[in-house]
């Protein structure tokens, strides 16, 4: 007898939303490539999201819980800045930044992901300049700045085509890390 197939819960449909959103970008976010994808019909989809839009709402607010609140959470374990700063960097260059980039396009083309893109950026500028404060090492308006400069550094590695292939952005950015004392 053939097992019965596992029931998707609305966090499976989001994972797997992040996951087709990486090999495939927007167009893996569709109903259809979902449902595909997933094995599932799309009345399961629809019994978790009413429309497309709501989906793709959910999916970029998980999108913020797994690639900034917890790795805020876990940077927060440490107790000085600096250690802080170290656990984020080390959890923020191994995140999938296909995800970063799927993300970015769907906000070129959807409102609620766009504010949810924008909030998230706010976000993690805030936290870096933050923990830049608290080193101790820089005033607000330095801290605000470099916090600025380093998660654009950040964000535009994923963006961009360097020619460095990834080995070779994140060994850039840990340079700009270094020259902004942190290594």
Same mark, same amino acid.
Request: aromatic share 8%.
């Given at each position: 007898m053939k097992a019965a197939a596992r029931r998707f819960s609305q966090k499976d449909w989001l994972d797997l939303?992040? %996951?087709?959103?990486?090999?495939?970008?927007?167009?893996?976010?569709t109903i259809e490539a979902l449902c595909r994808r997933g094995g599932k019909t799309k009345g399961s989809f629809y019994a978790h999201f009413v429309t497309s839009e709501a989906y793709l709402s959910a999916l970029a607010e998980h999108w913020r819980e797994a690639y900034t609140r917890r790795l805020v959470e876990a940077a927060d374990t440490g107790e000085h800045p600096d250690a802080r700063l170290s656990v984020l960097d080390q959890m923020a260059l191994r995140l999938d930044s296909r995800v970063e980039q799927g993300m970015r396009r769907?906000?070129?083309n959807d409102t609620a992901v766009r504010r949810v893109c924008i909030e998230v950026d706010r976000e993690r500028i805030a936290y870096l300049?933050?923990?830049?404060?608290?080193?101790?090492?820089?005033?607000?308006?330095?801290?605000?700045?470099?916090?600025?400069? %380093?998660?654009?550094?950040?964000?535009?590695?994923?963006?961009?085509d360097t020619g460095a292939g990834n080995a070779g952005a994140a060994e850039s950015y840990r340079l700009l890390l270094k020259l902004a004392g942190r290594t």
């Open positions: 939303g992040l %996951e087709a959103l990486a090999e495939a970008g927007p167009a893996g976010v769907l906000a070129a300049a933050g923990l830049h404060r608290a080193s101790g090492r820089f005033d607000d308006k330095n801290a605000l700045a470099l916090a600025r400069l %380093e998660y654009a550094a950040f964000i535009g590695f994923q963006q961009i």
